[in-house]
């Protein structure tokens, strides 16, 4: 279906869950197909409007004046080959849908913290999920993608290694996904949830985190993040006007495996458990109603204790582990492999990060991962989460060399 700004429905049609610079095409195509999409383009280039594409719109970095938007959150199917242990997921399903269909099977996809997220987006640009340690990224773990290039034409993107290797990690450079297979894994349920420790009573909680993930296999996916929560009704009583280290544990093994973060003391909330994959939304407990919000992001090689010492109390700052099977070579573009951890800052209701917060960790710092990067970065800073950058830009010369596309991140030259 096709909206344009005056017609019922494109406010709906437009808004995703970020909303701070939200899309304002001339023309919006609600699609429900593969064919949908290819009509979409080929609109695009005939009357020469740009493209964006939206499903879940987590990610969205920066809102498209007029041109065309193409909203997938109707093309949403997913298909469960159980004998295979794959998963056809169109182009608008997020990953709630996936493991609400893999979850009879006793399978789960490599999805990530929060269910709410369009998979395919989240994929295009790597995907670090909750059990990214032993399986490593869900980019690395994609059989089959099909596209539709800038040009309009339908692609099987696998008979093309070089632009199959550029969307594994190159996000939305090369084309519309339409739909992709993805491999699943024999995890029916899990060990996770989280510990909020106060941190006025327990102010070495982070760095107890740190020293803990030296030493854990790599059955075990982890973050923590300080949050300074409000002291308002909304906000759970436990919680409420405290400055909190969540630490988030996904564990494929045994509960004893955090038996050393137990011993930081009495956390004011505890959620860990067995849990069945299809809810492990709950680990992160993320916010589920769109909202506004900057991130900035940088990947590094070792978090050092005194820095962790001046995190500001006023920011939302997030650190996960990484290692294990993320550090596999693969080929694909999914860059910066031999990073330990992923340092986010996020700022809700703020058009930008304070950044000096990145400062004491610079010469730890290795480059960034786009996908928990929600701010408009130069070419440069884009270029900064590839290993290489120059083949990716060649291939979007070839694929979208009048710059058709409007993806989050837009790989361009350097100036």
């Given at each position: ?210 020293d803990w993930t030296q030493s854990v296999p790599d059955e075990v996916t982890s973050g923590v993040t300080m949050i300074p929560f409000p002291d308002i009704p909304q906000v759970p009583e436990p919680l409420r006007g405290k400055y909190i280290a969540q630490i988030q544990v996904a564990v494929l093994a ?80 999914v860059g910066h492999r031999d990073a330990s951890y992923s340092l986010i800052v996020l700022a809700p209701g703020r058009k930008d990060v304070d950044r000096r917060v990145f400062e004491p ?55």
């Amino acid at each position: 279906m096709m909206l344009t700004n005056e017609a019922k429905g494109y406010d709906d049609a437009r808004l995703g869950y970020q909303r701070l610079d939200p899309h304002r095409p001339e023309v919006i195509f609600e699609v429900t197909s593969a064919a949908e999409i290819e009509e979409a383009v080929r609109y695009a280039v005939d009357h020469d409007h740009r493209i964006a594409v939206q499903g879940s719109g987590h990610g969205l970095t920066q809102g498209i004046e007029k041109g065309v938007l193409i909203a997938t959150r109707r093309f949403n199917g997913v298909r469960v080959d159980a004998a295979a242990k794959t998963a056809w997921v169109e182009a608008g399903a997020t990953w709630q849908d996936v493991m609400i269909a893999t979850a009879p099977y006793g399978l789960a996809p490599l999805s990530g913290s929060s269910p709410g997220v369009g998979a395919v987006a989240y994929t295009l640009g790597g995907g670090m999920g909750l059990m990214a340690r032993k399986f490593g990224y869900a980019a690395d773990h994609v059989h089959r993608i099909d596209v539709v290039t800038a040009d309009g034409v339908s692609r099987k993107a696998e008979a093309d290694p070089d632009l199959f290797w550029a969307l594994r990690g190159g996000g939305g450079n090369f084309g519309v996904v339409t739909g992709m297979e993805i491999a699943l894994f024999d995890v029916p349920t899990l060990y996770g949830g989280s510990l909020y420790f106060d941190l006025a009573q327990h102010p070495t909680a982070v760095e107890a985190w740190r020293d803990w993930t030296q030493s854990v296999p790599d059955e075990v996916t982890s973050g923590v993040t300080m949050i300074p929560f409000p002291d308002i009704p909304q906000v759970p009583e436990p919680l409420r006007g405290k400055y909190i280290a969540q630490i988030q544990v996904a564990v494929l093994a045994g509960p004893e495996l955090i038996e050393p973060l137990r011993r930081i003391g009495q956390p004011v909330l505890d959620t860990v458990g067995d849990l069945p994959y299809v809810e492990s939304g709950k680990i992160f407990a993320e916010p589920d109603n769109p909202d506004s919000y900057r991130s900035h992001n940088a990947l590094l090689s070792d978090l050092d204790p005194q820095a962790l010492r001046s995190l500001p109390k006023s920011a939302i700052v997030a650190i996960r582990h990484l290692g294990g099977a993320l550090a596999c070579e693969v080929d694909n573009a999914v860059g910066h492999r031999d990073a330990s951890y992923s340092l986010i800052v996020l700022a809700p209701g703020r058009k930008d990060v304070d950044r000096r917060v990145f400062e004491p960790w610079q010469a730890s710092t290795v480059g960034r991962f786009l996908n928990f990067s929600y701010e408009n970065l130069t070419a440069a800073e884009i270029a900064e989460a590839y290993d290489d950058f120059p083949r990716l830009l060649a291939l979007r010369n070839r694929y979208d060399a009048n710059r058709r596309l409007a993806p989050n991140h837009e790989i361009t030259a350097l100036q």
